[in-house]
């Protein structure tokens, strides 16, 4: 774009247009590009939705000024990042159809965050309104990331949806136990038999696993369901702060520090989530990619759909968002409108159809369920 023979408001205009396509084109690359080699793309990344519409403001802009030239360059850099597009924003308004006669398995992911454990005097209020949520939806799946549960008395987590919700069949996997007799973890819970149960386990954090088991359906139709919790940036989790090592938010020290200091110790954990989460998600593709039966992902992969995260783990898979829903699709219950972090995603020869997300703050995440149709399908060799 020439700047020459302009007005300073011109010169001005072009400066900030410049420096917004270069954000823009910073992000494009960070579905590709692993954090580990260099990870301030990852960051850009977050912002995605909002540094697409600042470029998106200028296109509109040199619209109405009627400069072609510089239109042309913004709708070329619109079109380069299509594929980021359509993976960050759906466009779905009704639900594609299963096929008539498919076998149907309900899915559901929830993040609990420990059925809001640390809330003393309010926590079974909360737990209760999460499992009448899941009594109103009914799924016959149901993928729980940070799940508690003690051995005995009123949160005695597992007794309950085994004895009173019916989900005969369950998978926990414990990250932590403390006196014996209190159990973090993931868990899964169903109606069909859990088969080969197993997980995954990552080297870089002891919070954040993925467990897996074969779901059989019916005759010829099972599934491999992925239940991932990747790992968090860990910033400031007051719910969590209680328990051992689990927590990594700014200390009563590091809140001391000087303003420069705290924000170093912020982008500091915010490069290790993204280091961190990356070889995570290359390590759960590698599981995907050598399942004998199609894949069902469910989790809260802690990233959104312009990640690396997301791009490793949702490759050849179909994201039941996209295919059914309208919108950015936020997960996340902050102030924020553009985390989307939490995903079912399904092989290609599945049929998700109704996926919704439940606006419920019960906890710090809202409830994803989906339906998915599943065909019969041959064990690979």
């Known amino acids: ?36 080699t260099l990870w301030i793309p990852a960051i850009l990344a977050l912002g995605y939705p909002f540094t697409l519409g600042i470029n998106l403001i200028f296109t509109f802009y040199w619209l109405l000024r009627k400069k072609w030239r510089p239109l042309l360059y913004m709708l070329l850099l619109l079109l380069l990042g299509w594929s980021m597009f359509t993976k960050t924003f759906a466009f779905k308004t009704g639900s594609p159809a299963i096929s008539a006669g498919t076998p149907q398995l309900k899915v559901m992911s929830y993040n609990v965050r420990n059925f809001d454990l640390y809330n003393w005097k309010e926590n079974v209020a909360a737990r209760d309104k ?37 989900y005969k069949y369950y998978h926990f996997e ?7 007799k209190d159990h973090w973890g993931e868990a899964v819970f169903s109606k069909y038999p859990l088969n080969n149960p197993d997980k995954i386990v990552f080297s870089n954090s002891t919070g954040n696993i993925v467990t897996y088991a074969d779901v059989e359906i019916g005759a010829g139709q099972i599934i491999r369901l992925f239940n991932a919790h990747l790992q968090s940036f860990r910033l400031s989790n007051k719910d969590v702060k209680y328990v051992q090592d689990i927590t ?32 995570q998600a290359q390590i759960l593709a590698g599981y995907i990619q050598k399942s004998p039966y ?21 490759k050849n ?37 109704g996926f919704k997300i439940i606006d419920k703050d019960y906890s710090d995440h809202y409830a994803i369920v989906c339906n998915i149709g599943v065909p019969k399908n041959e064990v690979k060799p």
């Open 317 to 353: 898979l179909q994201d039941a968002f996209l295919q059914s829903d309208f919108g950015i699709g936020k997960t996340f219950n902050t102030f924020l409108p553009t985390l989307r972090i939490d995903y079912i995603l399904a092989s290609k020869t599945l049929q998700p159809a």
């Open 294 to 314: 199609p894949v069902v992902v469910c989790g809260d992969f802690n990233d959104v759909p312009s990640s690396y995260t997301y791009h490793a783990i949702s």
């Open 248 to 279: 990594g938010g700014l200390s009563q020290e590091e809140l001391k520090e000087s303003s420069a200091k705290k924000m170093l110790i912020v982008l500091r954990k915010l490069r290790d989530g993204f280091v961190k989460r990356s070889t």
């Open 174 to 180: 414990k990250t932590l136990t403390l006196r014996g």
């Open 1 to 36: 774009m020439k700047a020459g023979r302009l007005s300073w408001f011109d010169k001005l205009i072009y400066f900030f247009n410049l420096l917004a396509v270069t954000l823009l084109l910073c992000t494009y690359t960070a579905p590709y590009l692993n954090p580990e």
């Open 130 to 166: 999460m499992l009448n949520l899941i009594r109103a939806e009914n799924p016959d799946v149901i993928c729980f990331q940070e799940f508690y549960t003690e051995d005995a008395g009123q949160l005695h987590n597992v007794k309950l949806l085994v004895n009173e919700l019916g």
